[in-house]
């Protein structure tokens, strides 16, 4: 079982930066593989970045590509999404989730634990 709690969101201009934050509590945070993804409103939830059990494998959305960069600091339970250059389409409820077993994933159903979210609003 582990808890997930985000933070770390807010409103920015275009053009601007931000970081998430995830915090998770137990002591197996480091056995898995984590993932975030996001949800606008109407639009159905989606795949941002994900991120190995080791930090050794991440992989990204097309749409934030060279953009945003997923890390872990498994000595402090702790997920990270750095935003760089945001754009109004990156506006939404930003999620992290853990996925107990094998490698990281792009595909949501195979993450068993979920945050509550945290906003994101980007001006233009």
């Known amino acids: 079982q582990v808890q997930l709690v985000e933070s770390g969101g807010g409103l920015v201009q275009a053009g601007g930066s931000l970081r998430l934050s995830c915090a998770a509590s137990?002591?197996?945070?480091?056995?898995?593989?984590m993932g975030w993804f996001r949800q606008a409103p109407g639009k159905e939830r989606e795949f941002v970045a994900t991120?190995?059990?080791?930090?050794?494998?991440?992989y990204y959305a097309d749409s934030v590509k060279g953009r945003f960069t997923i890390s872990r600091d498994n000595a402090k339970n702790t997920l990270y999404l750095q935003m760089n250059s945001l754009k109004p389409e990156d506006a939404a409820v930003y999620y992290c989730?853990?996925?107990?077993?094998?490698?990281?994933?792009?595909?949501?159903?195979?993450?068993?634990?979920w945050g509550q979210g945290t906003q994101v609003t980007v001006s233009s």
């Open positions: 989730a853990a996925k107990s077993s094998g490698g990281s994933s792009w595909y949501a159903p195979e993450y068993k634990y």
């Open positions: 991120i190995s059990w080791n930090g050794g494998s991440t």
């Open positions: 137990g002591r197996t945070f480091s056995s898995y593989a």
